[in-house]
């Protein structure tokens, strides 16, 4: 059985996924309703490439609300691709990318001693705590 040939080459981003990685993480901007809303997930999405390396189409496949789907278009539409040679063919590709809406924490519970004291050893020692929760 002769083995095929593929000659098909996508257009990759520069520098891989660790530089699509830190593109996406630098310039991610949460989108205010989602915020409020508290809407966080992940949006799947189809991008439509060209030989050179530009971004044609983007559909969503799996979206969120609150301006999510609009700021991962927006995102995909930014990124530069290197251009590919096929064999002299000028070929689209389509590729699949994942964008992750992580909501911030809202909220955290620090504690801390305030007051401790001892009372006297009538029948033993006694300590008493006074703590204080902080919900930033």
Known sequence: MKKQNKFLHIP??????????????????YPKEALE?????????????DDNGKILHVEIIKGLEGGCNDEAIRLIKNV???????KGLRLKAKK????????????KVNYQIVNQKEEAPSKGITKTYSYTIQIN
């Open 80 to 86: 530069r691709f290197g251009g590919v040679k096929n």
């Open 12 to 29: 990759q981003i520069a520098g891989g996924t660790g530089a699509f990685k830190k593109y996406i993480e630098n310039n991610l901007i």
């Open 37 to 49: 809303k508290r809407i966080g997930g992940t949006v799947l999405l189809i991008a439509e490439i």
């Open 96 to 107: 699949r990318f994942s964008i992750k809406f992580k909501l911030p924490v809202e909220n």
